[in-house]
Structure formats: structure tokens, C-alpha cells
């Protein structure tokens, strides 16, 4: 069982519209939580990154809020575009023993149309 | 500022060959990490490279191997290629953050593998 569980696995929304994604994980001890966006076929970029006492940031129309208490995670995106057409990858940051570990989700695959 | 650069950008292979892939990190970084991501999954961790030597290790097979030169570059290195090696290779570059604390990863675009 994948300890970083991604909802929904798909969406599709009209352009100019708002959606939210879900991350919840059960990995620990949590160092920090971050939201990539992966274009098709390239690598990650990365929208934001939270550490445990922090429960909110934004990055322009993408906003990722965290609550370490239930380990749930989402990612508000405002506004949408044709171009925010990606997967979007939630991972977890350990630190355990000196050693660090990104633990990454399957990421919801997002399609914006016109 | 170049980012962080893979080479090459698509491979195709035979079944029980061997194969090389290469990355070159973000200027000023000095750390690597290699992930394999299967179509529709999110990449896994391979390895990660740290002043040349293979400081963490993933659950990958012997047959997926490693270097990191004195100019923090690095290369992939996977023998007897299997089917279910074929996936989009990751490298990404970073600079050691102190412990406990966040570090940014900086992903390149990737090779991608076809195993026939």
C-alpha cells in the first residue's frame, strides 16, 4: 500500500475554473510535505513546500494547505488554464537517522478544457 | 544557469543489454538522486549520490548501479535489461539542507527508456 494516497486519480475541469486535490499520507517522521507539477513526458516542478508548522502557502493561483494532525494535504488551483494541464505529485520529506527520503504519490492527472 | 540536464532524452533497448544514462546538476549543487517512474505512476527512488559515493539506496536490483565524478555529474547504469525496465528516468539535484529541515530537488527532463 502506497503510503502517500493521491484523490482523485483524474479530473477534468472547464477552463477558468477552481478545483482541489487531495493528499493524505501515513509515512512519518514527517519533515515536509511538497506539490510538484509534471508536465507529460518531462520532470517535476515544484508549486510548494510545507514543513509541519505550516499550513498554508501559495505559489501565484496555486494554493496547498496542510494539516500534520490528520496527514491530509490538498492543493487549490484558482483560476484554471489550458496550461495547468499536468499531473500533479504529492510527496512527503523524511528525515530519519541523518537520512532524507521523498516518498511520492501517483499524482492526479488533471486535463483542463477549453 | 542551466538546470539540471539528462542525456539522452529517449533510448531504445534490447532485452539483456546494458544501458547508461548521464546527468549533469544545477549549478551549485552537489547532491543526486535517481528515480524511475513507470507510465501513470509517481517516480521511485533509486539511488542518491553525495561527494561520489552512493549514500542512499531505494529497492532496486544489483543490476541498477551508479557513479558520481568529482564534478558532481552523474550516470545511471542498468544491466540485463528487462521489459519492466522501461520507464522515464529521473535525476534530480539538490543541495544538502541541515538536518531536518526542507532542500528543494530539481528534477531534469528525464530519459526516456523503451525496453523491446
Known amino acids: 500500500k502506497n503510503q502517500v494516497e493521491q484523490s482523485p486519480q483524474s479530473l477534468i475541469i472547464l477552463e477558468g475554473k477552481n478545483c482541489t486535490l487531495q493528499?493524505?499520507?501515513?509515512?512519518?517522521?514527517?519533515?515536509?510535505l511538497r506539490w510538484y507539477k509534471q508536465d507529460t513526458g518531462r520532470g517535476p516542478v515544484s508549486l510548494t513546500i510545507m514543513t509541519f508548522s505550516e499550513n498554508t502557502k501559495s505559489n501565484g493561483r496555486y494554493t496547498a494547505t496542510l494539516d500534520a494532525d490528520t496527514k491530509q494535504s490538498s492543493l487549490h488551483i484558482t483560476a484554471s488554464q489550458l496550461s495547468d494541464s499536468a499531473s500533479y505529485i504529492c510527496?512527503?520529506?523524511?528525515?530519519?537517522?541523518?537520512?532524507?527520503?521523498?516518498?511520492f504519490g501517483k499524482g492526479t492527472m488533471l486535463l483542463v478544457s477549453p | 544557469d542551466a538546470g539540471v540536464t539528462q542525456s539522452p532524452t529517449h533510448l531504445i533497448k534490447t532485452r539483456g543489454q546494458q544501458v547508461t544514462l548521464r546527468c549533469s546538476p544545477k549549478?551549485?549543487?552537489?547532491?543526486v538522486s535517481w528515480y524511475q517512474q513507470a507510465l501513470g505512476q509517481g517516480p521511485q527512488f533509486i539511488f542518491q549520490y553525495y561527494e561520489e559515493e552512493e549514500r542512499q539506496r531505494g529497492n532496486f536490483p544489483d543490476r541498477f548501479s551508479g557513479h558520481q565524478f568529482p564534478n558532481y555529474s552523474s550516470e545511471l547504469n542498468v544491466n540485463a535489461l528487462l521489459l519492466g525496465d522501461s520507464a522515464l528516468y529521473l535525476c534530480?539535484?539538490?543541495?544538502?539542507?541541515?538536518?531536518?529541515?526542507?532542500?528543494?530537488?530539481?528534477f531534469g527532463p528525464g530519459t526516456r527508456l523503451t525496453v523491446t
Open positions: 549549478s551549485g549543487h552537489d547532491t
Open positions: 510527496v512527503v520529506h523524511l528525515m530519519n537517522s541523518g537520512y532524507s527520503t521523498l516518498t
Open positions: 534530480a539535484s539538490s543541495i544538502p539542507g541541515p538536518a531536518g529541515g526542507s532542500y528543494e530537488q530539481y
Open positions: 493528499c493524505n499520507y501515513t509515512v512519518s517522521p514527517f519533515s515536509n
